[in-house]
Nanobody
Framework: QVQLVESGGGLVQAGGSLRLSCAAS??????FAWFRQGPGKEREFVAA????????SYADSVKGRFTISRDNARNTMYLQMNSLKPEDTAVYYC????????????????????WGQGTQVTVSS
């Protein structure tokens, strides 16, 4: 059974850090990505990474603060979030796809066929 499970969310003060994990099972995936959906907002792209880790993309809003990585031996993806801001408050979702993606298409929500249930990140001021 294919499954993606996020963990690591929680409540943190502005300026703090969190590390999110997404454990995949049932298949191996070429493309991994993180999306988030804040209150009253559409789901938006955060970061993506390919199989080798050589192709990485970040949303402008998180560049320099967030780092995406993956451990293929564990079939797990991570998102290290530093210098968190209240604007980062959202439900964070991991997404995966079997296909390799270009940097342009890695950020497209519609290109991902597998999704986790999400983990809540709340940043207080």
């Amino acid at each position: 059974q294919v499954q993606l499970v996020e963990s690591g969310g929680g409540l943190v003060q502005a300026g703090g850090s969190l590390r999110l994990s997404c454990a995949a099972s049932g298949r191996t995936f070429n493309s991994f990505a993180w999306f988030r959906q804040g209150p009253g907002k559409e789901r938006e792209f955060v970061a993506a990474i390919n199989w080798s880790g050589g192709r990485i993309s970040y949303a402008d809003s998180v560049k320099g603060r967030f780092t995406i990585s993956r451990d293929n031996a564990r079939n797990t993806m991570y998102l290290q979030m530093n210098s968190l801001k209240p604007e980062d408050t959202a439900v964070y979702y991991c997404a995966a796809d079997l296909l390799s993606r270009s940097t342009e298409t890695m950020s497209r929500l519609v290109n991902y066929d597998y999704w986790g249930q999400g983990t809540q990140v709340t940043v207080s001021s």
